[in-house]
């Protein structure tokens, strides 16, 4: 009778045991299913809300390459001497800096204090694309993929007149500077790049004009001033100081990281003899080559961007 009951009770024992057991696996299992496996970052940590957000952590994931905090000026920003020294290396004009910050102050007279660019948000993937003006563009057919994307930034002389399959008809914003200026529609964002002092007394003469009444190239509330402290650390650590200066359409693309979340970039590329050939015309010069720009060195930094994941290339026909 005792061993009987002494046998019961081990079997429940045994029982208790795996019913504990099982208990512990389960909840195991729910613990790494749900917090390991498929753990996702709260989104209040995320910069956005695309499957992956440029510069999180600040830092990209090649060659150390971090965010540049200001790459647009603003009233709040002092360029430093060297900066400016460095600046004025990239073009002939001369001027000093005292120069240069009266310039930039009459600008601001005139223009947002702030760059008017849409902040960063947790829950908002702001998808971008830039497109540089390669030969390599016609008979692509990306003109849907291009005016799909929240903003198309065009470059320079970058038309869409007559060859809307292939590059699109959106231009949200436009980069330019005094030499590739065109008339601008209202809605359009002037990104204003200045290479020397003379440029940024061309800028102040287009926001006169508008002063005065007189049609402008471009809305001034709209427009945006590349920071020649920025455009030097392109030089510098994006491109290791290779070729006399960075490309118009390089500084774009370094920018656009900085403005967008998701990037997608078409039209740049040499064509088959090593030219910068442009998609709406004929070469003139056939020993153009990448002109001052280290244009080898600035594609294998796309390729290598493209490799990580941080933009998406897309090298037409
Ligand atoms: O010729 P443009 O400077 O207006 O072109 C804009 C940018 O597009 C260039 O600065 C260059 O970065 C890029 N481009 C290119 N391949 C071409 C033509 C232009 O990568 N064939």
Redesign the pocket.
């Known amino acids: 009778m005792y061993r009987l009951e002494r046998r019961r009770t081990s079997k429940m024992n045994n029982k208790a045991h795996l019913l504990v057991f099982f208990m512990i696996i389960t909840g195991i299992c729910v613990f790494w299913g749900d917090e390991v496996l498929q753990y996702v970052p709260p989104q209040e940590q995320r910069s956005c809300s695309c499957d992956q957000c440029l510069f999180e952590n600040e830092t990209f994931p090649i060659q150390n390459l971090s965010r540049f905090p200001q790459p647009l000026l603003s009233t709040n920003y002092n360029l430093s001497e060297e900066d400016f020294n460095s600046w004025k290396r990239l073009q002939p004009g001369g001027g000093s800096i005292s120069v240069y910050r009266e310039k930039v102050k009459k600008i601001f007279e005139r223009i947002p204090a702030n760059p008017p660019v849409e902040a960063p948000r947790p829950g908002r993937c702001r998808t971008c694309a830039l497109v ?5 563009l016609l008979g692509s057919h990306y003109g849907p993929l291009i005016d799909f994307q929240d903003y198309v930034i065009r ?4 038309q869409t007149k007559g060859f809307e399959a292939d590059v699109g008809n959106r231009t949200t914003h436009r980069v330019m500077y005094p030499n ?1 200026a065109s008339q601008l529609d209202n809605t359009t964002h002037p990104v204003l790049f200045a290479f020397k002092i003379q440029d940024l007394q061309w800028i102040i003469k287009n926001l006169s004009t508008q002063q005065s009444g007189q049609k402008s190239l471009f809305n001034k509330d709209l427009a945006m001033v590349l920071n020649p402290a920025f455009m030097r650390n392109i030089h510098d650590v994006w491109l290791k100081k290779k070729g006399y200066c960075p ?4 500084l ?2 370094v920018l656009v990281l900085h403005i967008c979340d998701e990037v997608h970039v078409f ?5 088959r003899n090593g ?4 998609y709406w015309e004929r070469l003139a010069n056939r020993r153009l080559r ?2 001052r ?1 280290p ?1 080898n060195v ?2 294998k930094m796309i390729e290598e961007l493209t490799r990580h994941n941080v933009i998406k290339f897309y090298k037409g026909w």
Not at 267 to 271: E, H, R, V
Not at 275 to 278: E, Q
């Open positions: 540089g003006n390669s030969i390599n470059i320079n002389k970058g590739s490309s118009t359409g390089f774009a693309l039209g740049f590329g040499a064509d030219n910068w050939s442009h990448t002109g720009h244009g600035e594609y």
